[in-house]
Structure formats: structure tokens, C-alpha cells
């Protein structure tokens, strides 16, 4: 069976051998898109002998109904990004085979050496967004980062939600990171990306970079999407130009061992090219 949710050893997680999976094997798996987590702990309550839970009609919930209905697409509709304001990128027009790769929430220790080792093997470049506390704590691999020849931006400072903050201390956030990062790594972000996709519309005119958003979300952080689901809403769903965003964190970092060198062995062999954004 193949490896969902917590299911990923967490010790030599990153020194045993990659995997890799071929968009065969995973149509051969016939894993469901989503693990609709109430309905396998209703059949866990039937095979432990609950009684006509088959029938059991539960109250209607309408936070519940809302969360399964609005959940988050693995893609941006095209008339969102048409009415977008002009700084904020969602995709970068390209007349050649490219997209553009993203990583968020690094740099964290294990899983960024991790994606930089793929990133090697497989001859591509990405745009890291970085948050400034972890920056702080692991200058080191911050720096390796930029020396490998990827690009950086500014992912906040505690990865503060723009919906929750002030504006003043969500501007603060932005200008500490971007000095944090800019000290640190000799290179000053010159894009920013919200954490959880959510802008903050008062800070918005202020924040001194393009906002990137995202053509195509792999939803890798989602617990109830597992490694193999992650992989087709990144290749069903890519174009010319398309900003694909993945995550170094260590919520992820189980299915990136699956992930990322399937979905960079996929774009080798169909002549997609990965680069920074700038």
C-alpha cells in the first residue's frame, strides 16, 4: 500500500535510497484523490461492531458540508487570475517548455538538503520562499540555497496569516525578513508570496515586491491528499509558464520523497525546463 498521511518513517527518512514512481504505477495503485477521513472512520466503526451505522442518519452539519465542498483546487481558475491586480503573478507566460517550481516554509533541516539533492541529480532550479525565523535559525542552509543557483523570496517572518494580522505588523514581518535574508544570504527577496495564499489587502500597496501566488498547488501540506494524488495535481494540471508550489517543511516532507523526483523525472522526459523565478 502505498504511504499516506504520517505513514513515512521519520528516522533515515532522507538518507535511504529516493523512490521514484512512474505516472503507470500510480494509475495502477487506483488511490482515491482525496482520503475522505469520515467515511473511513465510519467503516472503522462497522468492522468494530457498531450497529446499523449503515443507516444511521446523522444531523446535518453546515460547517462540515462547507468544508468538503469548498475545499482548496489543485489550480487557479484562468477569470481569477484575469481580474487579479497587476502585482500579484500567478503564472509566467513562457513561448518555451518551462515552469517554474516553488518551495515554501524553509529552510528546514533534512528535507531543504533534501530537495536541493533532487534538484541537483535532475538539472533544475527553483524559487525557494523563505520564512525569516528559520532563515535565522539555519543560516546555513539558507545560503546553500542561493550558492546552488536558486532563487529566494520572502514567506514572512513566523508565517503570520494575512487575514489575522495587522497590516503594521504584518509589514513589519515582510521588511525583518527581507533584512534577515538579505544578511544572511548576500541576496536581498525581491518577490513575496503570502503564507496560505491569504493577502493581506491593506499591506498589499505597501509590500515592496511583485506578490506570487500560484498557477498550480500540489497540496502536498494536506493530510487527506496522499504522495500519489499530490503527483497528478501537479501533472494533470501544469501549462507553459506555471508556478507550481510544493513545501520543505517537515509536514511534507514524507511525501516529497515521493513527490519530487517523480514529478522532476516527469518534466525530464517531456523537455519541461524548471527555473527561478525573478
Known amino acids: ?43 472503522m466503526r462497522v468492522v468494530f461492531g457498531a450497529k446499523n451505522d449503515d443507516h444511521a442518519k446523522r444531523p446535518f452539519n453546515l460547517a462540515r458540508w462547507m468544508r468538503k465542498k469548498m475545499q482548496t483546487p489543485p489550480f487557479v481558475p484562468h477569470w481569477i487570475q484575469k481580474f487579479a491586480p497587476a502585482k500579484i503573478i500567478f503564472f509566467v507566460p513562457s513561448p518555451t517548455k518551462k515552469v517554474f517550481l516553488t518551495f515554501d516554509d524553509g529552510p528546514t533541516p533534512g528535507v531543504t538538503d ?61 521588511a525583518l525578513t527581507d533584512k534577515i535574508i538579505g544578511d544572511v544570504t548576500g541576496t536581498a527577496p525581491t518577490l513575496f508570496r503570502p503564507p496560505y495564499g ?10 515592496p515586491h511583485p506578490v506570487v501566488m500560484w498557477d498550480v498547488l500540489s497540496k502536498d501540506y494536506d493530510p487527506r491528499v496522499s504522495a500519489a494524488a499530490a503527483i497528478r495535481n501537479v501533472v494533470s494540471h501544469y501549462r507553459r509558464g506555471s508556478v507550481v508550489v510544493l513545501h520543505d517543511s517537515l509536514k511534507c516532507g514524507g511525501k516529497l520523497q515521493f513527490l519530487l523526483p517523480t514529478v522532476l523525472k516527469h518534466f525530464h522526459e517531456n523537455g519541461v525546463e524548471t527555473d527561478v523565478l525573478v
Open 1 to 43: 500500500m502505498f504511504p499516506k498521511k504520517d505513514e513515512f518513517p521519520r528516522e533515515g527518512l532522507f538518507s535511504a535510497p529516493d523512490m521514484e514512481l512512474s505516472l503507470a504505477d500510480i494509475g495502477a495503485l487506483q488511490l482515491s484523490d482525496i482520503i475522505d477521513v469520515e467515511e473511513w472512520q465510519r467503516k
Open 198 to 207: 491569504q493577502l493581506n489587502l491593506t499591506a498589499l500597496t505597501q509590500i
Open 114 to 174: 533534501y530537495v536541493l539533492r533532487q534538484l541537483s541529480r535532475h538539472n533544475a532550479r527553483a524559487t525557494f520562499f523563505l520564512i525569516g525565523k528559520n532563515v535565522r535559525q539555519y543560516p546555513r542552509l539558507a545560503k546553500r540555497i542561493v550558492a546552488e543557483g536558486h532563487a529566494v523570496g520572502n514567506h514572512t517572518y513566523e508565517h503570520e496569516s494575512g487575514w489575522r494580522t495587522s497590516a503594521e505588523r504584518y509589514l513589519n514581518s515582510v
